[in-house]
């Protein structure tokens, strides 16, 4: 089957859903400017993901984190806008087609697409949470005292701030955890959309689907472990694909 036929099977899969789950990863943002973390031109082929990604080295040291933050990750997002892929996911759901979209993206840009119904497995960079008080505050309030301190301090108690996201080593919070796996037992469609389906407990979401009988879509530039169980197996970008299967409820 060629890509077009593989487009024209994706919209009977979704025209014929009745409960349908996107789970989605870095993939979905990339054409929003937001880098992947694997692959060609990734995050972690210039940033080591042992430090900057991980908690026991945030915890020694914070500010290896705050400077990838102020350098990276902040500049990036602040200007990044949803991308045709995040606006066909958030019609899909304005048309009761979608139950759920589980992402394992931290960019808040299904949200900025108009999504309301979103399970942030890793959290959202969008937010800054404070170790100590737990508060929380916008990120861009934040960045504004990177000049001044690095790692900076809550303006609250002064405590140890770190982006709201699971950092490896860190627990995934378990009631976004709980809704994805519900999701994916009652769904009858599962759509991967842009993630390598290597990071654990995330990619067994998937796993889950498919065992309970939903069918399988994955759409993704490269090819994926699970690729063998998928019903159907799309290697384009997202924004085509999406944007290419007409939205009829
Ligand atoms: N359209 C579709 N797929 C794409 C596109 C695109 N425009 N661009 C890249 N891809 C695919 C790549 O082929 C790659 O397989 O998206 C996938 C992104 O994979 P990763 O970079 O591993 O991102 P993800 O799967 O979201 O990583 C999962 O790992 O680093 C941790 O917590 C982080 O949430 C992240 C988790």
């Known amino acids: 089957m060629n890509n077009k036929e593989k487009i024209i099977q994706l919209h009977e899969i979704i025209s014929n859903s009745k409960q349908l789950v996107a789970f989605t990863g ?15 031109g990734g995050l972690w082929s210039k940033y080591d993901p042992s430090k900057y990604a991980d908690i026991n080295y945030f915890m020694q040291d ?6 990838f933050f102020k350098e990276v990750r902040y500049p990036i997002l602040k200007d990044a806008q949803p991308n045709a892929a995040h606006f066909a ?6 048309r009761g087609k979608l139950i759920l979209s589980i992402t394992q993206n931290i960019d808040g840009l299904l949200q ?36 001044e301190k690095l790692p900076p301090d809550c303006p609250s108690c002064k405590g140890l701030l770190k ?10 919070p378990q009631d976004e955890l709980n809704r994805a796996q519900q999701a994916a037992q009652a769904c009858d469609t599962f759509i991967v959309i842009g993630s390598s389906l290597v990071v654990y407990p995330a990619a067994q979401i998937p796993v889950i689907a498919k065992s309970k009988g939903a069918i399988l879509v994955i759409v993704n530039i490269d090819p994926t472990p699970l690729d063998g169980e998928a019903d159907l ?3 384009m970008k997202a924004s085509e694909v999406l944007s290419s299967v007409k939205m009829e409820s």
């Open 233 to 235: 197996v799309i290697n």
């Open 112 to 147: 900025i697409a108009g999504q309301k119904i979103v399970c942030e497995l890793h959290g959202n960079t969008r937010k800054i949470k404070c170790l100590n008080c737990n508060k929380k505050f916008p990120m861009g309030e934040i960045y504004q005292l990177l000049d």
């Open 163 to 172: 982006p709201d996201v699971v950092l490896f080593g860190e627990q995934l």
């Open 26 to 40: 870095a993939g979905l943002s990339a054409e929003s400017g937001i880098p992947t973390y694997r692959g060609a």
């Open 89 to 94: 996911l958030a019609e899909l759901e304005k």
């Open 62 to 67: 914070p500010s290896y984190y705050w400077n």
